[in-house]
């Protein structure tokens, strides 16, 4: 059988519920004429008589009371997909895929942004993604994420479009023991206090943009850090530092861990260390209702809508 036109469905329904043709053509803002026409072919495509008329108006036959609950059914699915949609298009419904640094997520502008976007577009799915910036921002070039917050900029990927979220300190992390964790709290360190340091920093791959900004800062103070030690993440770093191996440098978000045997101390403004968090983006996203809605919520919140 042919597929039975949503409209004729509807019109049937109209005719049920309205009792006659002469009104339900009003309702439906056509002629009587071929309203009758389109419930007669409706009755031809089933094989069986739909409509009883009366001597004035129309009553539903038994096949016909069967078919204005499923045609009910189907109508009001039919609005739902409509809506779905129309949701879509407007970004509010659908999937996104979200990757984050470890550090990133520390920072209490990502949680707070992902419970907004939750409150805002709870039909939309997240799905979410930690590892390195490396690893992050390929993955968003090959279209398995979406968007991802990540500490460096690129240059080398023009697929990508880059976006200043924020900007944060970095501060010094030594062993609970070390002789500068006794240092009056809050005093901030100068980078050449920490020349003869045994240095735990985490590798280049899964944090470029501050593994490159940190070994920048000690050629500017004049050498070279003692690296022992290169650990797959930032979390992985202050283990390592807790177990005294040596120290790091981190962001300032990262001091929210805590961690036994772990003490943090500012840096020195003279240092000129700071973790910028970037949003990246495929640069052919922007026809992507949900991602740019997501970059749109993200820009409010920088400005404290």
């Known amino acids: 059988m042919a597929m039975i036109e949503l409209k004729r469905l509807n019109a049937f329904v109209t005719v049920v519920e309205a009792g006659s043709i002469t009104r339900a053509a009003e309702l439906l803002f056509i002629q009587q004429p071929p309203l009758t026409r389109l419930l007669q072919g ?3 495509d089933f094989g069986v008589p739909l409509l009883q008329r009366l001597p004035r108006g129309v009553i539903p036959t038994e096949a016909g009371e069967v078919l204005l609950q499923e045609a009910r059914a189907v109508l009001a699915r039919a609005e739902q997909l409509n809506a779905a949609m129309r949701r879509a298009a407007q970004g509010e419904q659908g999937r996104i895929r979200i990757g984050f640094t470890s550090s990133a997520a520390l920072h209490t502008f990502v949680p707070a942004l992902l419970r907004r976007y939750r409150e805002i577009y709870p039909s939309v799915s997240t799905q979410l993604e930690e590892s390195g910036s490396g690893e992050l921002l390929e993955a968003v070039v090959a279209g398995q994420l979406d968007v991802a917050f990540v500490r460096m900029p690129v240059k080398d990927m023009p697929e990508l479009e880059m976006e200043k979220v924020l900007e944060e300190p970095m501060w010094v992390a030594v062993p609970a023991g070390h002789r500068l964790a006794a240092r009056v709290s809050g005093q901030p360190l100068k980078l050449e206090e920490l020349s003869n340091e045994p240095f735990v920093l985490y590798r280049r791959r899964a944090g470029q943009g501050l593994y490159d900004a940190i070994l920048a800062a000690y050629v500017r103070a004049g050498f070279s850090p003692h690296i022992v030690q290169e650990a797959p993440r930032l979390t992985s770093c202050l283990s390592l530092v807790g177990a005294g191996l ?10 929210r861990l805590g961690g036994d045997g772990v003490v943090f101390l500012p840096l020195d403004a003279s240092t000129q ?33």
Not at 246 to 255: D, H, K, L, Q, R
Not at 299 to 304: D, I, N, T, V
């Open 246 to 255: 040596g120290i790091s440098i981190v962001p300032a978000s990262m001091t």
């Open 42 to 44: 409706l009755e031809q």
């Open 273 to 305: 260390l700071s973790a910028p968090l970037y949003l990246a983006r495929r640069e052919d996203s922007h026809a992507s209702s949900i991602i740019s809605t997501f970059c749109q919520l993200v820009r409010r919140l920088q400005a404290g809508d």
